[in-house]
């Protein structure tokens, strides 16, 4: 294994969640930059790179943290996953859709990267050619699955039912 101390983690999205990985990944001396064009952030953040092509090439691993829109279907493909440090590592856990799961399998088998680990896929279940790979780790999109997180999703659906009711009713 390695050390996290130290690598450079790029994250594609600097929304809420965005913000809480670079928050937890700076708490263990992982050095972090972020690519979001959209990231509403006050003053100049130096962590903020000026392009996707940047961020790749400066980055030991990079998070993908954004939503699945005409803007991000197919933003990370064999072109970006060559923009990436050899030896770097991916973590795909936003969207299906997101990332271009055959130049990734390309990227992966040819040594370019050295791993990759995926939550979300195209087409769920996944059953395509990067389950046979022994560099990636995939997971059946279970990132929100923990006890707590559903009762908050839960809670901020009820909120927001109610919201809707007192705008409707006003």
């Known amino acids: 294994g390695l050390l996290l101390e130290g690598k450079r983690l790029g994250l594609i999205g600097f929304g809420r969640i965005g913000q809480r990985v670079a ?10 930059r972020y690519y979001d064009p959209f990231a509403e952030v006050s003053g100049k953040d130096q962590r903020q790179t000026h392009s996707l092509r940047e961020l790749l090439s400066q980055s030991d ?10 803007e991000t279907r197919a933003l990370m493909g064999a072109e970006q996953f060559k923009a990436m440090n050899k030896g770097a590592y991916l973590i795909q856990c936003s ?9 990734l399998y390309e990227a992966l088998d040819s040594g370019h990267l050295a791993g990759a680990a995926l939550d979300v896929f195209e087409t769920e279940p996944y059953s395509g050619p990067l389950k046979n790979l022994d560099n990636v780790i995939l997971l059946p999109h279970i990132g929100s699955y923990a006890q707590e997180t559903r009762m908050r999703m839960e809670m901020e659906a009820v909120n927001n039912l109610i919201h809707q009711w007192h705008l409707l009713r006003s």
């Open 23 to 32: 928050t937890l990944a700076a708490a263990l001396g992982i050095i972090v």
């Open 61 to 70: 691993i990079v998070s993908i943290h954004v939503p699945l829109s005409s």
């Open 95 to 103: 969207r299906g859709g997101v990332i271009d799961e055959e130049g």
